[in-house]
C-alpha cells in the first residue's frame, strides 16, 4: 500500500488533535471540514479507501470531491444535525457512486469540535465503508461454488424457491443444460410429480426450523420424462446474506433396479452388482454369504476371506453392537429402521465411515439380507473439521479480552456468552446459555434497523445503547454486530464496549455546566433555556409568565462579619425556602452573589406573580440559626410579565431587575413591578 504523507493545513492545534487521537492511524476514513465544506484533512484510510490522492483532495469541497455523485440534501440534513445539536449525528447512512470505484455503502458519524483559540468550528466526517467486507463476502462466495461445481455427485442450491446453482453432473443427469434449470419458476420441477409434494412440506418445514433426515431416497424427473432414483443430502447455508439449502444428488437407480432385479433371480443378477459403485454384500445368520469387487475394495480383504466372515466383523469394535438391531430390524421388515451410519475397518486398521442400508431378501431358499455400503468417510472429515471450527470459536468467544457472546439470528437466543459480558448484563454465564438474549433489545435502539442493517450489510459497527442489567444497573455500551454461520443457522457475534464511566461523567458534565455548584439551582444559561421555551409557548397559546428578580437585602454584611463559610449557609438555605415558594414546574435560579431568578410559568394575571412575591419574602424574613448566631434576611424583587414589559428573555430580565432597584432605592424588602421611566 502507497502511504502518502498525510496532508493537512498548517495548523498545531488541528495537527496536534489529530495525532494524539490516532486518527491518522484508525481504519474507517476521517475527514475535517470548514464550515464551507472544504476539506482540510483527511487521513490515509480515506484516501486508501476510496483512491484518492492527498493533493487531489485537500482543499476541495466535499461535494465535488472525485465528481462524486453525493446525496446534497442528506449532507446538508447531516451538517444541520451536527451544527444544531453542537455535538455530534451518529450512524447516518448514505450510498454514493465513485466513478473509480462504484457505488459505495457509507455510515458516517459527524462531529462539531471547536478550535480552541480561534473562536472558529470544524465539521468532522468519520466515514465507514463495506467495500472490502463485500469484496471478501464475494471472494468466499465465489470460492465456494467453484468449489461445489468441481464435486462428482450432483449439487443445487436452492434460496426462495429457486435454484440459484446448479453444478455439470447434476444438468448431466436430468438432461438440461444449467441455463434451463436456473429458468425453472420452482426448485420442485426437478423433482418427480409423484415427490413433489413430499419434498415440498419437508423443504417447508427445514426453513421453519423444523428437524427432518439430512438423507433420505426420491426420484427426480428427466427432461425426457423418465423417473431418476436418487439419494439426496441436504443442509442449510448462508450465501450473500441470504438463507437456504444445498442439496447433494446421488444416482441410486441402478442400485434400485438391482435390489428389484436381485428379487427375482440371484444368478442373473450377479454381474450387474459387480459394476455397482457402492459395497453390496448377502448374509444369513450374520455371515456374508455373497460379496462384490467394490466391498473387497474398501474394506482392504480378498472376496475369499470375506465369504463366511460375520458381517459385524468388518465393523469397528466400538460399533459392532449397534449392527444387530439393525440386521434383526431388516429380517422383520421393519423399514423405518434400515439405515445406519457405522466405522468399518479396513484389513490394514484405516478406519472408514459407511452409511448402510439393510433389505430382507431370499438367498439360496432362506432369509437374508442384502446390505450396501456407502462410503462417507470424506463427509464424516468434512463434519469433524466443522465441529474444530466451532470448538475455536467457543474458545476464542471465551478467552477473548472484550466482552463477547454468539446469538442465534432468528429468536436471539444466547449460544455462547464469556465472563465479561455475562458479568456486564449480571447474568450467570452458564444459566444464560439457551435463554433469550432480551436484554440486548433495549428500548432507546429500534430493533427493525439494526436487523434491515446486518440483513443488507452482514455488519453492523459502533452503535450506543443503554439497558438495565439483571442487578437493575444503568448500563451504557457501544456495541458491534457481525453476522456468521454457525450450526448451519445464520448468528450474530456481538462485541459490547462498557462505556457507563464515560456517559456518568459526560453527565456530571451537562450538569455542572447548567447548575449552581453550591446551591444545586440552575445557572443563567439553563434559566434562559428554559426563558425561550416559555416564549414560545407563550406566542403559540397565548399565555403570560412572570420573570421576579430576587436580591437578598442585608446578605452583604453577614458574610462581611461571618465570613464567606456562613454566607454560603445563607444562600443554601435562601435558595431552599424561595423552592418551597413555588410550583414543581416553575424554575428558582441563581445567576449571581446573592441574586436569584423565579420563571413562574403558565399564570393567568400579574396579581398571581405579586402573591409569590410575597411569600418569598415572608420566607426570607423568618430568622436564620447560624451556629450561636442568629440572622435575619430582606428581600428586594422586580417583576416583569411576558407580553406587557417584554417579548423576548433579555429584556424581560433586565426589566425584572430594574423594577428590582427600584425597590432597593425606595426602602428594601419588597416587591415591585416593572414601570418603564418616562
Known amino acids: 500500500m502507497n502511504h502518502e504523507k498525510p ?359 432362506k432369509r437374508g439380507i442384502l446390505t450396501t455400503a456407502s462410503d462417507i468417510t470424506e463427509q464424516k472429515q468434512m463434519e469433524a473439521k466443522l465441529t474444530e471450527s466451532r470448538n475455536r470459536l467457543q474458545t476464542m468467544i471465551m478467552a477473548s479480552p472484550v466482552p463477547l457472546l454468539l446469538k442465534r439470528a432468528s429468536d436471539n437466543t444466547i449460544l455462547f456468552i464469556n465472563h465479561l459480558a455475562a458479568d456486564m448484563f449480571g447474568l450467570d454465564i452458564y444459566a444464560s446459555i439457551g435463554k433469550k438474549a432480551s436484554v440486548l433489545a433495549p428500548h432507546d435502539v429500534d430493533e427493525l434497523i439494526v436487523q434491515e442493517t446486518l440483513n443488507r450489510y452482514g455488519v453492523l459497527h459502533n452503535y450506543e445503547i443503554s439497558f438495565k442489567n439483571a442487578n437493575g444497573s444503568t448500563v451504557w455500551a457501544i456495541m458491534s454486530e457481525q453476522t456468521m454461520t454457525y450450526d448451519g443457522e445464520k448468528s450474530v457475534l456481538v462485541a459490547i464496549h462498557d462505556i457507563t464511566s464515560r456517559k456518568l461523567t459526560e453527565g456530571r458534565l451537562e450538569y455542572l455546566a447548567t447548575h449552581d455548584s453550591l446551591t444545586n439551582l440552575p445557572n443563567r444559561k439553563l434559566l434562559f433555556e428554559r426563558l425561550q421555551q416559555a416564549i414560545l409557548y407563550g406566542e403559540r397559546y397565548f399565555s403570560i409568565f412572570a420573570v421576579l428578580y430576587i436580591d437578598l437585602d442585608g446578605f452583604k454584611t453577614i458574610n462581611d462579619t461571618l465570613g464567606h463559610a456562613a454566607g454560603d449557609e445563607v444562600l443554601l438555605e435562601a435558595s431552599k425556602r424561595m423552592a418551597s415558594c413555588v410550583r414543581s414546574s416553575d424554575t428558582v435560579a441563581r445567576i449571581g452573589g446573592d441574586e436569584f431568578v423565579i420563571l413562574l410559568s403558565l399564570i393567568e394575571q400579574p396579581q398571581q406573580a405579586a402573591g409569590i412575591a410575597e411569600k418569598v419574602i415572608a420566607c426570607i424574613q423568618q430568622p436564620m440559626r447560624l451556629n450561636e448566631n442568629t440572622v435575619t434576611l430582606g428581600a428586594s424583587i422586580g417583576i416583569s410579565i411576558f407580553g406587557s414589559h417584554g417579548k423576548d428573555a433579555e429584556t424581560l430580565v433586565s426589566n425584572a431587575d430594574s423594577a428590582m432597584y427600584k425597590v432597593k432605592t425606595s426602602g428594601k424588602n419588597g416587591f415591585a413591578f416593572y414601570a418603564p421611566s418616562h
Request: glycine content about 6%; proline content about 3%; overall charge negative.
Open 7 to 365: 496532508a493537512w493545513v498548517s495548523d498545531p492545534l488541528v495537527e496536534s488533535w489529530v495525532r494524539k487521537r490516532g486518527l491518522d492511524l484508525l481504519k474507517n476514513g476521517v475527514l475535517f471540514m470548514d464550515k464551507g465544506l472544504r476539506i482540510v484533512y483527511a487521513n490515509q484510510s480515506f484516501l486508501d479507501a476510496f483512491k484518492l490522492s492527498s493533493i487531489e483532495t485537500i482543499g476541495q469541497n466535499l461535494y465535488e470531491l472525485d465528481s462524486a455523485s453525493w446525496d446534497i440534501p442528506q449532507i446538508h440534513h447531516l451538517t444541520d444535525e451536527t451544527l444544531r445539536s453542537g455535538s455530534h449525528c451518529l450512524n447516518f447512512e448514505i450510498a454514493h457512486r465513485f466513478p473509480r470505484i462504484g457505488v459505495v455503502p457509507l455510515i458516517i458519524n459527524a462531529y462539531r469540535w471547536n478550535i480552541a483559540g480561534k473562536g472558529e468550528t470544524a465539521t468532522v466526517f468519520v466515514v465507514q465503508n463495506f467495500v472490502a467486507e463485500q469484496t471478501e463476502e464475494r471472494t468466499i462466495h465465489n470460492a465456494l461454488l467453484r468449489s461445489l461445481s468441481q464435486m462428482g455427485e450432483g449439487i443445487a442450491v436452492i434460496q426462495n424457491r429457486r435454484l440459484t446453482f446448479v453444478n455439470q453432473p447434476l444438468c448431466a443427469l436430468l438432461g438440461f443444460d444449467e441455463l434451463e434449470l436456473l429458468n425453472f419458476s420452482t426448485y420442485l420441477e426437478i423433482f418427480h410429480p409423484d415427490e413433489r409434494k413430499r419434498i415440498e412440506v419437508r423443504h417447508n418445514a427445514r426453513i421453519a426450523g423444523v428437524q427432518f433426515a439430512t438423507c433420505y431416497e426420491t426420484a427426480l424427473t428427466h427432461k425426457n420424462g423418465s423417473r431418476i432414483e436418487v439419494d439426496i443430502s441436504v443442509a442449510a447455508l448462508l450465501l450473500e446474506n441470504k438463507p437456504g439449502v444445498v442439496i447433494t444428488i446421488r444416482d441410486i437407480t441402478t442400485r434400485k433396479q438391482f435390489e428389484l432385479a436381485l428379487l427375482e433371480s440371484e444368478e442373473r443378477n450377479r454381474t450387474f452388482i459387480e459394476q455397482l459403485s457402492d459395497g453390496v454384500c448377502v448374509t444369513v445368520d450374520g455371515h456374508i454369504r455373497f460379496a462384490n469387487r467394490m466391498l473387497s475394495r474398501i474394506t482392504g480383504y480378498p472376496l475369499a476371506e470375506l465369504s463366511g466372515m460375520p458381517l459385524k466383523q468388518l465393523a469397528h469394535e466400538e460399533d459392532r453392537a449397534q449392527l444387530e438391531p439393525f440386521m434383526k430390524a431388516a429380517l422383520d421388515g421393519n423399514e423405518a429402521v434400515l439405515e445406519q451410519v457405522l466405522r468399518f475397518c479396513r484389513k490394514g486398521g484405516e478406519i472408514l465411515y459407511f452409511r448402510l442400508n439393510h433389505a430382507p431378501i431370499d438367498f439360496g431358499g
